[in-house]
Structure formats: C-alpha cells, structure tokens
C-alpha cells in the first residue's frame, strides 16, 4: 500500500496556491455528439478461409447532448464498454480514428477537438512519466514545453513550485518518480504528478480518465477530493470513473451515467437516487448508489434490457430540457486564445528533449556499463580468438565486425526505445512536442554511442588481430564499424516502431534478419547464390560493410601461400576467391552504398515513429478496453 500520512491528507479546507485569477469560467455544451468506427463484421460467415469479413459501421456514442458547468465536477459513469472513454476523448479531441460528428462549444464557440486540447487539460488513466525524473524535473519538462516561450524561466520556476505547494507534493519534490525496479514517488503521488503537469499551464478545464484506478480506497479518495477542490476554483472538471466508493461518489456535483453508448442520466449527483427510484429502481437504503447504479440499472444481464426504455424517459426528463436549454443557448464568455497551451519553439524542444535523454543515459549507469561492457568484452575475446590467425582466415574477424556492430545497435536501441515509445506517443499526442524535434533529439544522443562504441571495439580487435598497421587502413576500418552501428541504430528505431512490441519484434527481426548474413560473402560464395536470390544481397547491409572491409584489408596485401609462408600471392586473389569482386564496386563505392543505407533508413525510422504517432490515439480506447476485459476476467477467477 502507497499510503503515507505526510503526504496523503485528505484536502478538504484548503486555499489554493496557484493564482486562479486568470481562469476563464468555461461552460462545455456537446451537440449531437455521434462517433462510430469502420470493423470487420463479427457476424460474418466465412465461406471460404481465406475469406474477410466486410466493414461494417459500429456506433460506439449515439447523439450525445451534454453540458459540463464551470466549478463543477462531473463523473462519467457507465458499465464496462458503455463509451466512457470515447465519450471523453472525442470531447477533448484526443481521437484520431473513426468519424465524430456534432458539435463542441466552449463558453458558446464552436471549437475543433485540437483547440479543446489545446485549451484543457488531459489525464490519462495509465500515468507514463519518465522514471529517472524527480517529481520537480517533470513538472519542469511540463512547463518548459507546454507554456509560451516567452514567459520568462523564473516565472515558469514559480508556476511549478505553486504546483508542487497546490498538490502537497513537497516531500516528494525532489524524489524519483520510479518504476517497477526502482523504488520512486507513491501511487498517490504519481496520480497528483500527473495532475500537477496538466495543472501547470492552469487550463479552466480538466478531463481525466480514470484517475482512482489502481488505488487504494483512501489514496482514491484524496485524488477525487483534490478534483473537487480544483473544480471549485472556477474550472470545468469532467471524469470517467470505475465504481466509486459511496464516500468519493458524493463529492461529485453531476453525474452522467453512459449505457451502450446514450446518456441515461446527467444531472446533479444528489438527484441520481430519486431519478432511479422514479423509474422503478429503488436504491436500498445505506446502499453505495454507484454499486446499486451497477448492480441493477446497468446490469447486463437484465432481461429484458431497461437501457432503451431509460434513454426515452431521459430525453422526457425535466433534466433533459435544462440541457436542451443550455444547447439553445449557451454561455457566452468567449474563449481567451492567451490560455491556449502552446507548445514551444523547435529548438527548446530540441534542447529539453536531448538533456532529458542524455539526464536519463547518464543516471541509467547500469545500462551504461552494459553497452561499454559487452563492446569490449566481446572485442577482446575476438581479438584473443584471432591473436595469431595469419592470412585470409582473419576474414572471419571482418564478417564478425560487420554485422555485430549492426546487431548490438540494434538490439540496444530496440531495447531502449520499447521502454520509452509509450511515454514518447503520450507526450507527443498531449502536445508537449513535435516528432522532429524527439528525432533530431534521439540522433544526436545516440550518436556518440554509435561512434565511440563502434571505435573502441574496433580499435581492440584490429590492433590484436593484427590487420593492416597504416592510419589509412585502420581508419577506414573504424568508419565501416560506425556506419554499421548506425545503420543498427535506424533499424532499431524502425523495428521499434513498427512492431506493438519488443516480444514481437524479437520474433520477427531474426526471420527477416538472419537469411540476409547469408549474401555477406562469407558463409556462401556469391557466385553460387541462385539468380532468382541474387537480389536480394542489394537489400543486406552487412553485404556491404563485409565487401567494404575485406576490400580495404586484403585487396593491397601480399598474402602468404598456405603451407609455404615464404611465398605470397596478392590480396585480390582472396577477393575474388570470395566473389567479392562480382559486382565491381570498390571500397569506396560500397562505403558511399552502406551511407545511403543509413540515411535512407533513418528515413524509414522517421516514417515508423510517423506512422506510430498517427495511429496510437485511435488504438488507445480499444487498448483499454480490452485492458479492462482482461482484468475483469482475472478479477472474477481470482473471487472465484
Ligand atoms: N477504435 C475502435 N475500434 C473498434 N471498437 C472500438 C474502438 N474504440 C472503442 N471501441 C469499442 O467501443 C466501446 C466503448 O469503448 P470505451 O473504451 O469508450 O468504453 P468504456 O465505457 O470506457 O469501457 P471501459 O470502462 O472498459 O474502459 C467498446 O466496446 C470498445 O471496444
């Protein structure tokens, strides 16, 4: 259990320390609010087994009519499945997939979903912080990102200590957020840090997605109190929330109860009893009314179902024409563009962004020993390996250079990027920067690795194995090694990002990865590679790199004659003994070729983190939902 009493008071007489003054009152009316989504026909018979289900249109929320009053907290409530979260995302404009129609205004403006986004604050149920940074740093990260470039530092100083005062954060300032293998801030606090980070740039309006979730029922409580709290600031606070406590259910002002994706209630919270009872569900006295709410109303197994019969009685509510009012006509307040979040220049982004990186590389030391670790210690042994392998047999030393530079990159950055995609598409979808700026970011930390790592190795296992002893050689050598490193680095990116998971790309990548070792020259002639595959070497850069440092060992060497050390025949014999002289490209050629890969795969790295932060908003609410599926069927064999 989280709870720690210094930290974890329930916050009910309080004064507020951030300045509220220049909150606007924000009165939110949603019109006619319809989202659907295109899927594959569940009812459809296959035919034949390669056969696919047709589109089909599935309506997810069905004309929702709602308005949300500034200085009021409203709980969205619903079964599993209701459109909780689609409810709140299509609001706030966090959804990118399937087709919104209606209407959202703020304060009688019609806005787009991004200038909501823009104008509110969103917290998202699972909190993905950066676990190296302290509680201090990340609302820092927040400010420096989120708030207009030229407000000056120390009054983005001050936003953020008024933060840490406002949600009692103080003894945990200074303390790590965490993970699961280092020990940081509290799940109270990590929900408050959350909170704090949204709070910084003082939006009127707040959504959260299940803030409660994953917390004790006293932790619980102090978060919904906390919301209470901001919403009687002046801001307009909507939440989705999972069964409540009846204690945490009575500090909501309204309630909106969801059901297959209509409203059936929403109203004040002190209403919810007698509206049910009104229609023939009476609430059992010293009942929680949010399990009665669950257990009878919402109820799936009711049957017949109560839902539609509800929906109709709803839009005949007395309740229903005050909102209907409220959408004939709205406040009107305006909305103040200078409240709008702004994200800030390319280059603070670019700054921010390499010094978390390089903050998160240096305290991340285990990690630092271990890539510096396996380089040299993998290098040594092959140095050892080869110490007195005279000749061509060294070449075996060069096809090792090759492609473990290629491999290691890969196989490091893959591992790093799988810890932070989630934290970087939640960043990048909340506005806090744009991809140019987290990819130039990423290049320009990792490349230093990507070069000193690739020299060091390099220079143990040529100087052991005795290749040529010119600068020249020895150069060139190196920046093959770097090269390949890079093209490991671009590679990891895009398999990072195309694939849902690290699990799934380590399935993969060796598939397609391993049978391109065979076109590198040395496992198999390239001569004798059938035509129809011969292709396929063009697509393989350890072909190059292989090709490049043979070329640049072996093609100026006299070599000695096996059995006869005295007589020596020259080094582009071995070349074409290898086939490595089919294609007639010379090392300086196939150096040019290899740096085109990289580039041209950092291209593709691009596209992948492109393609990943279109695609993560859409994917977020099926997510959940089966998320939630999942525990719910644990939760009900772990009773049983
Ligand atoms: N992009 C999508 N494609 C297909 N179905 C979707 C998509 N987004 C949501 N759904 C479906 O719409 C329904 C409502 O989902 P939503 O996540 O809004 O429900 P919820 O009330 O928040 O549920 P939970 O409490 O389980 O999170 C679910 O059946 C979900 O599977």
Redesign the pocket.
């Given at each position: 259990m989280d709870l720690d009493p210094s930290t974890e008071v329930p916050l009910t007489t309080r004064t507020t320390a951030i300045d509220t003054s220049s909150i606007l009152p924000s009165q939110i009316v949603v019109r006619d609010l319809t989202?659907s989504?295109?899927?594959r026909d569940p009812g459809f018979r296959k035919s034949s087994p390669l056969s696919r289900p047709p589109l089909v249109e599935?309506t997810?929320?069905k004309q929702i009519n709602v308005v949300f009053q500034p200085g009021r907290l409203t709980a969205?409530l619903?079964?599993?499945?209701?459109?909780?979260?689609?409810?709140?995302?299509a609001i706030a404009g966090t959804?990118s997939?399937?087709h919104v129609s209606g209407n959202i205004m703020v304060n009688g403006e019609d806005v787009a979903g991004p200038d909501l986004k823009k104008l509110s604050g969103f917290v998202f149920?699972d909190d993905l912080l950066f676990p190296t940074m302290t509680v201090r740093e990340s609302l820092t990260q927040s400010a420096t990102l989120r708030l207009p470039e030229p407000i000056p530092r120390a009054e983005k100083d001050r936003r953020v200590d008024e933060t840490i005062k406002e949600l009692r954060l103080d003894p945990a300032a200074d303390t790590v957020v965490g993970s699961h293998s280092v020990k940081g801030i509290s799940g109270g606090e990590r929900k408050r840090l959350c909170i704090g980070m949204e709070l910084i740039t003082n939006p009127a309006v707040l959504f959260l997605?299940?803030p409660t979730s994953g917390l004790d029922s006293f932790t619980a409580f102090s978060v919904v109190e906390l919301l209470k709290h901001l919403s009687s600031t002046g801001r307009t606070i909507v939440t989705?929330i999972?069964q409540p406590s009846s204690e945490i259910f009575q500090l909501f002002d309204d309630v909106l109860v969801?059901a297959q994706?209509s409203v059936l209630y929403h109203g004040p919270m002190s209403h919810v009893v007698p509206y049910f009872s009104k229609h023939g569900f009476e609430c059992p006295q010293y009942s929680n009314p949010a399990d009665f709410l669950f257990m009878s109303v919402l109820n799936p197994k009711l049957d017949p179902s109560p839902v539609p019969g509800l929906v109709a009685a709803f839009k005949a509510d007395s309740l229903y024409e005050e909102v209907a009012r409220a959408i004939d006509k709205p406040a009107r307040g305006g909305i103040s563009k200078d409240v709008l979040k702004q994200q800030a220049g390319f280059g603070t982004q670019f700054s921010f962004l390499y010094m978390r990186a390089f903050r998160n590389a240096t305290r991340n030391k285990l990690m630092l020993r271990a890539r510096a670790g396996q380089v040299i210690f993998l290098n040594v042994l092959i140095g050892l390996i080869y110490l007195n392998i005279p000749g061509r047999d060294r070449a075996g030393l060069l096809f090792f250079l090759s492609v473990a530079n290629l491999l290691t990159a890969m196989l490091n950055v893959l591992a790093i990027f799988a810890l932070e995609r989630t934290v970087f598409e939640r960043e990048h979808g909340a506005g806090y920067y744009g991809l140019p700026s987290y990819f130039l970011s990423k290049i320009s930390v990792e490349l230093p690795y990507q070069i000193i790592l690739p020299f060091i190795g390099t220079t143990i296992s040529y100087w052991m194995a005795g290749f040529q002893r010119t600068g020249e050689h020895y150069i060139v050598a190196v920046l093959y090694c770097i090269l390949m490193s890079l093209c490991g680095f671009a590679l990891g990116i895009l398999f990072g990002s195309i694939f849902p998971s690290i699990e799934i790309a380590l399935a993969i990548v060796p598939m397609v990865f391993m049978p391109l070792l065979l076109f590198t020259g040395l496992l198999v002639n390239n001569s004798t590679i059938p035509p129809y595959l011969d292709w396929l070497k063009w697509l393989a850069p350890t072909k190059y790199g292989f090709e490049g440092l043979f070329q640049n060992e072996f093609s100026t060497l006299l070599l000695p004659v096996v059995g006869d050390p005295s007589a020596t025949y020259p080094g582009n014999v071995a070349v074409a003994q290898f086939g490595l002289d089919r294609d007639g490209l010379s090392r300086w050629s196939l150096f040019v070729i290899l740096a085109s890969f990289v580039v041209a795969l950092l291209g593709l790295a691009y596209l992948g983190l492109l393609r990943l932060v279109v695609a993560s908003d859409?994917?977020r609410?099926?997510v959940?939902?089966?998320?939630?599926?999942v525990e719910?069927v644990e939760a009900g064999s772990s009773k049983a």
């Open positions: 989202y989504v295109d899927v599935k997810i929320l969205i619903g079964a599993s499945g209701a459109g909780k979260t689609s409810l709140l995302y959804l997939h399937g149920q997605d299940e989705t999972h969801l994706g859409g994917a609410a099926q959940r939902s089966a998320t939630r599926k719910e």
